[in-house]
């Protein structure tokens, strides 16, 4: 069974920063478009930044840009993301999957940035 495993999230304060991580077993990431998700409480999830495991191409929602990287490294089939200058808008969980949602979505991961 495929299950992708989001870690690293935790409570920042605003300006902190945070590394999240998402581990896979029984899938390759080389292969597909990863996407990093979140959903804040009563708010739909959305997706804020993916990467290809093909090429270069990654793609950042304007909420996070210039704050947020993604990257990947394939030899350890992890997908990173790091989080920085983090304010209390980004609180939410996070969750990480293909992004096309093919995978369970899972508990993800909580992020929590204070004032």
């Known amino acids: 069974e495929v299950q992708l495993q989001a870690s690293g999230g935790g409570l920042v304060q605003a300006g902190g920063s945070l590394r999240l991580s998402c581990a896979a077993s029984?899938?390759?990431?080389?292969?597909?478009?990863i996407g990093w998700f979140r959903q804040a409480p009563g708010k739909e999830r959305e997706r804020i930044s993916c990467?290809?495991?093909?090429?270069?191409?990654?793609y950042y929602a304007d909420s996070v840009k210039g704050r947020f990287t993604v990257s990947n490294d394939n030899a350890k089939n992890t997908v990173y993301l790091q989080m920085n200058n983090l304010k209390p808008e980004d609180t939410a969980v996070y969750y990480c999957?293909?992004?096309?949602?093919?995978?369970?979505w899972g508990q993800g991961t909580q992020v929590t940035v204070s004032s």
């Open positions: 029984g899938f390759t990431f080389g292969h597909s478009a």
């Open positions: 999957n293909t992004v096309n949602g093919r995978f369970s």
């Open positions: 990467i290809s495991g093909v090429d270069a191409y990654t």
